[in-house]
T-cell receptor, first 116, second 113 residues
Framework: AQSVAQPEDQVNVAEGNPLTVKCTYSVSGNPYLFWYVQYPNRGLQFLLKYITGDNLVKGSYGFEAEFNKSQTSFHLKKPSALVSDSALYFCAVRDISSGSARQLTFGSGTQLTVLP | DGGITQSPKYLFRKEGQNVTLSCEQNLNHDAMYWYRQDPGQGLRLIYYSQIVNDFQKGDIAEGYSVSREKKESFPLTVTSAQKNPTAFYLC????????????FGEGSRLTVL
């Protein structure tokens, strides 16, 4: 079975400060990991993914994420937050080693609010 | 431009009525998915299809039906058997095989009156 947890429903950060949105996962084999962003009443937009290789993955809009196998985490980060980064963020995992390799499992989402 | 088109954006339904949500993609993707989104619950998989004329149930398929007669189209019918259909519905697609990310449509918001 595969699962993903986003332990914070809400994250608030001041504009210009660094931001972190946390994600931990559980898979029986090796994971593919993804981050998506959603603005109100819109679909999800892909930010970045980890497949293999370098543990630090860079994505769209200045976001990056660090894969940590020992802690089974894939936290999303940005060095300097913008008000326009305020949105709902989803972490997702696919276990490439199991029969559920066709499906993504999503976390419950973290609402990021960047305060001016 | 390539993408996924969902329609209608907003839909209102009376109890006991079936409604069909449209999803069309011109990305030449093999796999297509339907998710339901409720506040605080993330995305839950309703149905998915890897190839034409084949589809599988997801985690919450009861009260829903789909068809995949064409590669580019994957409509979702919300039937009267779905007890709590008010939700935001998202269609997605990706290339089959490999780690490819999902591409999402803009969603359809269904409200039962």
């Amino acid at each position: 079975a595969q699962s993903v947890a986003q332990p914070e429903d809400q994250v608030n950060v001041a504009e210009g400060n660094p931001l972190t949105v946390k994600c931990t996962y559980s898979v029986s084999g090796n994971p593919y990991l993804f981050w998506y962003v959603q603005y109100p009443n819109r679909g999800l937009q892909f930010l970045l993914k980890y497949i293999t290789g370098d543990n630090l993955v860079k994505g769209s809009y200045g976001f990056e994420a660090e894969f940590n196998k020992s802690q089974t985490s894939f936290h999303l980060k940005k060095p300097s937050a913008l008000v326009s980064d305020s949105a709902l963020y989803f972490c997702a995992v696919r276990d490439i080693s199991s029969g559920s390799a066709r499906q993504l499992t999503f976390g419950s989402g973290t609402q990021l609010t960047v305060l001016p | 431009d390539g993408g996924i088109t969902q329609s209608p954006k907003y839909l209102f339904r009376k109890e006991g009525q079936n409604v069909t949500l449209s999803c069309e993609q011109n990305l030449n993707h093999d796999a297509m998915y339907w998710y339901r989104q409720d506040p605080g619950q993330g995305l839950r998989l309703i149905y998915y299809s890897q190839i034409v004329n084949d589809f599988q149930k997801g985690d919450i398929a009861e009260g829903y039906s789909v068809s995949r007669e064409k590669k580019e189209s994957f409509p979702l019918t919300v039937t009267s058997a779905q007890k709590n259909p008010t939700a935001f519905y998202l269609c997605a697609s990706r290339l089959a095989g490999g780690p490819g990310e999902l591409f999402f449509g803009e969603g359809s918001r269904l409200t039962v009156l």
